[in-house]
């Protein structure tokens, strides 16, 4: 079997703990190559992992993409250089994986897009979320009418951003907790929350948005609440904050009421989708958390070696970055914003 070349770009905590399991469990479907990081120490650390020489290592990615035997490259960087890093990759006609959001503000995302259409390379955008089992699942729940019609849902999402900010996490990273991005953790981390909202219910024609200012740099609102409201006729509300905790057990996680039920996943992590029908009857449907990762990478091997559609382009990915930027909007200004067709929103702002 063919196993696909692979480079990166970008040997952080992403590369290590999200990106690099999923890889090593396809160990007969993609082969390390080479690696790029501006920062030796961590470069030669992640290349020592995996046993690559570091003759194969870089700290300048230009001169990694000069070479003729990757197939792929990873791009696994702070959100402020996705774009730009991409677009060279791209222009070098290497495949490509990049991190989500494809690009911190929407001058950037609608480039990202016509990258795509104007080079002959394949491009995912590593929306994990798109690709966990447990949404993959509440998709399938939604389209077989299990519990009828829908009628609206909830979906909570709440955290404290200031107590992960030090030790060995994500929220530790400069960047995160000073970002020179619209939109700080709201884009980081709520995209996959709206990822998850349109891949289960499809695109928005209009959100209205309340946030309270929060005084600090890693975010614009300390909450900011969203009522939503789907081109299939579906209404929801979302919350996303990053400054609380949610002390009642099980939590309000995702709610999704129908004429015939309801569907309720109490977080990422919990490994299983519970249903409730109205006559009394119930499902425990339970899934593997976390392998958004996997079957992200599983889909793009498909696509480099059999042609398989890749299920988030970056088209795909522009829509949920333009929800979040629109949602910012809409609480600034306290008012209804119209979400317009993606397309004819790229094609408007030429």
């Keep these: ?22 890889i090593q469990e396809l160990g007969d479907k993609y082969e390390i190559v080479a690696m790029a990081n501006l920062h030796q120490d961590k470069l030669w650390e992640a290349a020592d992992k995996i046993g690559l020489s570091h003759e194969h290592t ?17 791009v696994v960087v702070p959100i402020s250089m996705n774009y730009k890093i991409s677009r060279d990759v791209v222009n070098a006609g290497k495949n490509l994986i990049c991190e989500k959001p ?3 503000n929407m001058e950037e ?18 929306e994990n979320f798109r690709y966990n ?13 299990k519990i009828g019609d829908v009628l609206y849902f909830m979906k ?44 289960i219910f499809g695109d928005m024609s209009h959100v209205a948005a309340f946030g309270n200012p929060i005084g600090h740099e890693y975010a614009p609102f300390i909450n900011i609440n969203c009522n939503l409201m789907f081109k299939s006729g579906v209404v929801g ?31 990422t992590s919990c490994s299983v989708v519970n249903v409730f ?48 930027f629109a949602l910012l909007e809409s609480a600034k200004d306290k008012r209804v914003v119209t979400i317009d067709d993606s397309e004819t929103f790229i094609t408007d702002h030429k």
């Design 133 to 145: 089992e447990e949404n993959i699942m509440i998709k399938k729940l939604i389209e077989e009418k």
């Design 277 to 324: 029908y109205n006559d009394g009857r119930h499902e425990m449907l339970t899934y593997i958390p976390s392998r958004g990762y996997y079957n992200e990478f599983a889909n793009f091997y498909e696509a480099m070696v059999n042609n398989q559609k890749i299920k988030v382009t970056p088209l795909v990915e522009f829509g949920d970055t333009k929800l979040i």
């Design 1 to 22: 079997m063919k196993r696909v070349r692979l480079a990166v770009i970008g040997t952080g905590m992403a590369w290590d703990r999200l990106h690099l399991p999923a």
């Design 109 to 126: 995302a609608i480039d990202f897009v016509k990258l795509q259409k104007e080079r002959k390379v394949k491009i995912m955008i590593g």
């Design 58 to 74: 870089y700290v300048d990615y230009h001169e990694m993409l000069k070479r003729k035997d990757i197939d792929a490259v990873n």
């Design 156 to 199: 909570n999402n709440i955290f404290n951003f200031e107590e992960c900010m030090t030790g060995d996490s994500f929220a530790a990273k400069e960047w995160r907790q000073h970002p020179d991005f619209q939109g700080g953790m709201i884009l980081d981390a709520g995209v996959h929350d709206i990822a998850e909202l349109r891949y």
């Design 102 to 104: 494809l690009a911190p």
């Design 237 to 267: 509300y979302y919350v996303y904050c990053s400054k609380g905790h949610e002390a009642q057990k099980p939590s309000l996680g995702l709610r999704i009421f129908g004429t015939e039920g309801m569907i309720y996943l109490e977080d």
